[in-house]
Structures are given as C-alpha cells and as structure tokens.
C-alpha cells in the first residue's frame, strides 16, 4: 500500500518545471511550435518574448530565473536581501512586497507563491519570457508578462545520459550539479536529479565581522515520463528545494557601512510534487497539469538594521497549495479559423506566525516616546513609563485565496492577416484571519503609584471577492520578411491583505488602551496606522496597448521593435510610512501610466569553422503616478520607484571549431548590461543613476567536457539595487563586486 501511495504522489508530482512561446531575444528554429498556450510559431507572434535555449543558458551563465531578466529589454529582477525577496519590475509595473506583475511556470505548473521564484536552475531545456500583459490566458498576476520555463524529460532522449556541472568562485562560491536521465523503453523513462550549493558571502556586518549573505542552498527532482499509447504523455515530477542563507546587507546610507547585532537569516524548504498530461487524437489536443505545492520558510530580521536594540521581526510560514489547469484545443472547423478553451482553478492556505519584539530602547523610542508626546500636550510634566525589558507582540495569520477561471480564444486566419480575440473570466476569494497581543506593565506618573499590567488583543477575519473580465484582441499583418502587429489586453494583479503593517497596528493599539484603562480620552496614537482596514489592498488593473513588428530580413537576423502604452489603475505601491514606525504597508496608487519603446537585434551566423550569436537590445520606460496622494504626501506627476526607465543589453557569443582531439572548439562569451537611473522613493528626491556591466566568459570544449573560465563585474562597477527609508533613515544595499571562477560540465 505504501509503495502504491509514493508511487502516485510521485507521479502526481513529476512535471513542474518547462517553457512556451515566442520571440525577440535568443530564438529556436522558427517551425518549432511551444507546447503552451501560446501555440503560434516565434516570428508570427502577437507581442514580445524572449527565448533562451538550455545551450545559451549554459553560456550565458544564467544560473536562476533573476539571471533570465539580463537578456531582455525593460525587464528588472534584483538580487534583493534575499531568496525570498523576489521583486520584479517590467515595463515600470512591480511591487517588492506581496504579488508579482509576472507569473511564472515551470512544465506548465503555475508557482502560486514568489517567495519560490528565486531557486537554482537545472537541467533546462527552454526559457521563454513573454512582455505584456497575458491576463487573457494566463489570469491572475500576469499584466506585465509571463515566465515559462521547460526541463528536460527522460524521453527527451534517445539513449542514456548523465550530465553534471561543478563552479569555483569568488567568496569560496560552490556550485554542484548532476542527473541521470534514461529512456528504459520507447514508452517510459526516469530522470534524478540533484544539486547544491554554497558561498561564504560579500558584504560583511562591521559589528561582529561576519559574513551578511553566506547561505546553502540543496534540492532535486525526481522525474517519471511515460507515452503508454500513442495519444497520451504523461510526465510526473517530484521536485525539492531547500535554501539556509544570511540576508539583508543593508547598509546605512550616510556611511555605507552594514551595522546591526542582531543576525538575520532566510530559511525555505519546498516540496512540490505535480502531474502533467496530453492527450492528441484526431486533431484534439488536451493539456493537463496538477500540483501539490508545499513551503514552509523562515525569516528573520534586526529591523532597525543598527546596533541598537530597538526591535526584531521574524516571519515563518507554512503553506499548502494546490493548482489545476486544462487546455483544450478542437480540430480547425474550417481553413481559416481554430479554437482554444482553457479552466483553471488553485487554493493557497498559509500559516503564518510573525512575532516582533521589542527591545529596551525600541520600547523607548517607538512606543512611549510617542505616547508621552500626545500626554505632555495635556499633562506636560507628568509621563507614562513601562517596566518591561522586552516587549514580545506575538502575531499569526491565517491566509486563504482560492479561485477559478474560464477562458476562450480564437484565431482567423483571413489570408495574410492574423486576428485573435480571447476573453477570461477570473473569480477570486481572499480571507485573512488574525490575532496579534502584547502585554505592558506600566506607570502613569500622576496618577499611578504602582506599575500595572494591561493586555492587548487585536482579533478578527477580513474577507473579499474578486471578479475579472480580462479580454484581449489583437491584429497582425504577415509579409515574408515581416510581422506588423498591434493589441490590446486587460491584466490585473490580485488584492488581498499585507499582515507587514501589523508591527505598526498593534503599536499603537497598545497605546490607545493604556490611555482607555487610565480613563483618558487622548489622541496618544497615530491615526493613520490604528485601523486594521489598512492591511486590505484593491486589486491592480491594467490596460495595455502595444504595436510593433518582427523583422527577419536575411538568413540568421531578426529584428524586433515595439512601442507600448499602458493605462494602470488601483497600482499596488510598497510604501515605507514616514517617522519612526516599524511595518510596510501595501497602498494604491488612483492612477498611474506607462509608455515605452523597445527594440532588440539578433544575428546568428555559421561560417565554416565559426559561428556564433550577437544579441542587442535596449528598453526606455516612463512610468508616472497620474494620481496618488498616500496621506503624506501628493506623488502626481512623479515617476513609479524601483522601476529602471533604460535598459540596455548587448550578448556576443563566438565558437571556433578546431576539430581536434585535445580540443574541439574554443569560445568567446561577452555581456553587457546598462540599468538606470532607477528613483528609490515616490518623492523622487533619491536615485541609483545609469550604470554598467561586464561580463566575460572563455569557453573550451572537448567531447564530452566543457571548461568554463569566467568573470563578472568585471570593471568593478559600484552601484546599488535597493534603497529604503527606516524609523528616520536611510538604508541601501550595494550590488555585487567582481567575480571570478571556473567552471565544469560534462554530457554523456
């Protein structure tokens, strides 16, 4: 019975890790048609895409879905404090808090969570990172894009193969990897895979000289692949991730220097076991894809990010999800019409617990400093004091969404015109539950003798429901050398609540009930941070509209170019509350607009005993509030943090086959990345400006082997990727040095 049960969870687990679509960057032959639902061929498509083979994902050093974002215009993922902290930014759309402008999928699975984003890549056989807004197919989380990433699958290949790769870096960095793929017959195969690695770290915290972004990071997958009729695949992945890291290298910004006693660290195990199928018979095409998805994480933080003992925050959750998708697609009616009808539907349960605790000096300084500040109004030489050493503010949450979704698409073809229309309908249910206490012994000095007790309890349920109409059109007009298309699509980020505001709620509970048990009726507390109401955020809406083309003007050149504008209402804004207060909170911006132009070039050449690809593209976004006044001030007019308004990318790879024993082919790899200036704060009154990179990479090859001798930041560039403002301070953290290492693979 045990071994039917592992059996089933195994396969039920097998396939969430694969890719789909279309083009503007690194393209595979044109008449290879993606699996996803996007099933035109790359130069025929309707907006922008960037495709990356596993070849160029080895070449390009492309070692997590962060590293895909430096080969396509107008697309930003930093290394943010941690692998939990998976921003993204595409076109000036983005939050750092809370839900993504980008989904991403992995072998048609759907990651519910982007705390999973950030993850060691392996064994990948396809990278496709589609621009604009994808809502009509794609739903919920989607507006700015969509990332599909595909594995390789046992049946893949032909005979057996063992692959694996090993890197030395700077920092004492160590990657390991290696798999074992076999095709038992023309029907069924198995694939193991397994990984690890581990790094000393380049930012050093000055107060006890250690190591701030050390981290581990271990996992696998163990894949079954069966074709047990000719009509049906059916693929079963078991996929494991585990990551141990320091985080948060934040620095003070006045001096540079990371300074904080209190260690903090991310922790992450995920479990994610998934079924993928499909079925072809008589022109019918059925895609079927399931998982399970389990995280458990921990995080912990010095949130005052100082050597003083103010206050320190962890937050550990445990989730349980669930996803289901199925795409059908019938035989054409007739010459010049086919159809696509799709369902979905996913539950995400998460427990969190999110304890703060305040120290001696925080308790001084965020709570009575405060609290005596509205007392000394009235009573000017009386006080309030507290006898606690620490103050712990225990919290937990209980988080729910689950939804479900139809959607259709048709395409007419009508000669060398191309017409799509496609609409989807989006329901969604969102609950938080919570409960937050703190206990304070405490004085007030004209009243009170002796110190008393008075207990907080913040307790309740906040629910709500979305509906989304998401439809899309869009034209193309098709020469032999050229594809002229324009669209228009609605997209929509999820709403629900942000429990990182709740540090701050219980705060300034705890001084409104001290005032109510001593029988005052004072304004002691901030207004604005004492309603549980500011936890909720709307859903994020948008409307984009895109015109552009795909070139191919000679054999091996493509050229893409696109302008687009989009209109975004409700946009979600990670805002950092003026003055000394300790949470996040998650706000909408009225009324926000972006416009923007990309255009990329590739050219791939095969010369005799040369060949190679060069790649260039460059991105300009002006992203604007239209409207937004978050309490503290009016931001219209202003430019959206975070987002970088340039980008500009530039990938030369160049082999020359020797075609002798002690070596087959040497090669040259060199990329560039332009980013900036990006603004760190809605006032616009601070910003990283415009700065490059370089990167180099010599490549030999044998048979079996490759030897990888690269470098990155080779110029040494000094820049930073994050900045915020903290209780009166500013805080950043600096990009990372100069790189260098080595690296190994091989392919049996």
Not at 34 to 40: A, K, P
Not at 480 to 497: E, I
Not at 633 to 647: F, K, L, M, N
Request: aromatic fraction near 12%.
């Amino acid at each position: 019975m045990r071994a039917k049960v592992f059996f089933i969870l195994s396969l039920f687990y097998t396939s969430l890790y694969g890719t789909g679509a279309v083009s503007d960057t690194i393209v595979l032959p044109d008449v290879e048609v993606s699996v996803s639902r996007l099933t035109t061929p790359v130069t025929k498509q309707q907006l922008q895409v960037s495709v990356l083979d596993g070849r160029l994902v080895e070449q390009a050093h492309v070692g997590t879905p962060k590293e895909v974002s430096g080969l396509a215009p107008n697309v930003y993922m930093p290394d943010y404090g941690s692998a939990m902290t998976s921003s993204i930014y595409i076109r000036g759309m983005g939050s750092r808090i809370n839900e993504p402008v980008m989904a991403m999928l992995v072998d048609g699975v759907p990651l519910l969570d982007k705390n999973m984003y950030d993850y060691m890549l392996q064994d990948v056989k396809r990278i496709e990172l589609l621009r604009g807004s994808q809502g009509s197919l794609y739903g919920r989380n989607s507006p700015a894009g969509v990332m599909e990433i595909r594995t390789m699958q046992p049946l893949d290949f032909t005979t057996r193969n063992v692959r694996g790769q090993l890197t030395y870096g700077t920092a004492n960095t160590i990657r390991a990897q290696a798999s074992y793929y076999e095709p038992v017959s023309a029907s069924f195969g198995i694939g193991i895979a397994g990984r690890y690695a581990r790094t000393d770290g380049f930012h050093t915290n000055s107060f006890d000289n250690t190591k701030v972004d050390y981290g581990q990071q271990a996992g696998g997958r163990i894949v079954l692949d069966g074709k047990p009729s000719d009509e049906w695949r059916m693929t079963g992945n078991v996929f494991a991730d585990w990551v141990r890291q320091g985080a948060f290298p934040y620095a003070d910004a006045a001096t540079g220097i990371i300074a904080y006693n209190a260690p903090g660290g991310y922790e992450r195990l995920a479990l994610l076991p998934s079924l993928r199928a499909d079925y072809r018979h008589d022109g019918y095409t059925l895609q079927l894809a399931a998982s399970y998805q389990f995280m458990r994480d921990d995080m912990r933080m010095d949130n005052d990010y100082t050597t003083s003992d103010i206050f320190t925050l962890q937050q550990a959750q445990r989730q349980h999800n669930a996803t289901l998708d199925a795409v059908l697609s019938a035989p054409k009616p007739c010459a010049w019409y086919e159809w696509t009808l799709g369902v979905s539907g996913f539950a995400k349960a998460n427990t969190m617990q999110a304890p703060v605790v305040f120290m001696r000096e925080g308790i001084d300084e965020l709570i009575l400093s405060n609290a005596n500040r509205g007392i000394q109004t009235v009573f000017p030489d009386d006080s309030i004091c507290i006898s606690n050493t620490t103050l712990p503010v225990p919290s937990s949450f209980d988080l729910f969404n689950g939804g479900a979704a139809v959607y259709h698409q048709s395409n007419f073809q009508l000669g060398r015109w191309h017409l799509n229309a496609g609409v989807r309908i989006d329901y969604e249910y969102t609950r938080m539950a919570y409960l937050s206490t703190a206990d304070v012994n405490y004085r007030f000095t004209m009243l009170m003798k002796d110190y008393k007790d008075v207990h907080t309890v913040i307790k309740g349920t906040q629910a709500d429901r979305f509906i989304q109409v998401l439809p899309k059109l869009a034209v193309s007009y098709e020469r032999t050398w050229v594809t002229v298309y324009g669209y228009a699509a609605k997209g929509y980020k999820a709403g629900g609540y942000n429990p990182q505001i709740f540090s701050t709620i219980t705060q300034n509970q705890v001084m409104t009930d001290m005032a109510a048990d001593m029988g005052l009726h004072l304004n002691i507390a901030d207004p604005r941070f004492s309603d549980v109401a500011i936890t909720k955020y709307k859903p994020e809406t948008d409307w984009t509209f895109e015109a552009g083309a795909h070139f191919t003007p000679a054999e091996g050149l493509k050229i893409d170019m696109d302008a687009f504008h989009i209109q975004c209402f409700d946009q979600q804004v990670t805002v950092f509350p003026n003055g000394r207060t300790t949470g996040r909170m998650m706000a909408n911006a009225a009324h926000s607009r972006i416009w923007g132009a990309e255009a990329a070039l590739q050219y791939r050449w095969n010369k005799c005993a040369w060949q190679g690809i060069l790649h260039a593209s460059y991105g300009f976004t002006d992203a604007r509030f239209v409207a937004f006044n978050d309490g503290m001030g009016d931001y219209s007019g202003h430019v959206i943090p975070y987002a970088p308004r340039h980008t500009a990318r530039v990938l030369f790879i160049v082999d020359y086959r020797v075609g002798r024993k002690w070596l087959e082919s040497v090669g040259l790899t060199v990329k560039g990345d332009g980013i900036g200036r990006i603004y760190w704060n809605e006032r616009n009154d601070c910003w990283q400006p415009f700065y490059g990179l370089l990167g180099v990479t010599l490549n030999f090859e044998w048979q079996y082997v490759q030897l990888q001798i690269w470098g990155r930041n080779l110029t040494g560039t000094h820049y930073d990727v994050f900045y915020f403002r903290s209780m009166d301070r500013d805080f950043l953290q600096r990009g990372k040095p100069l790189e260098s290492g080595a690296t190994v693979l091989f392919d049996i």
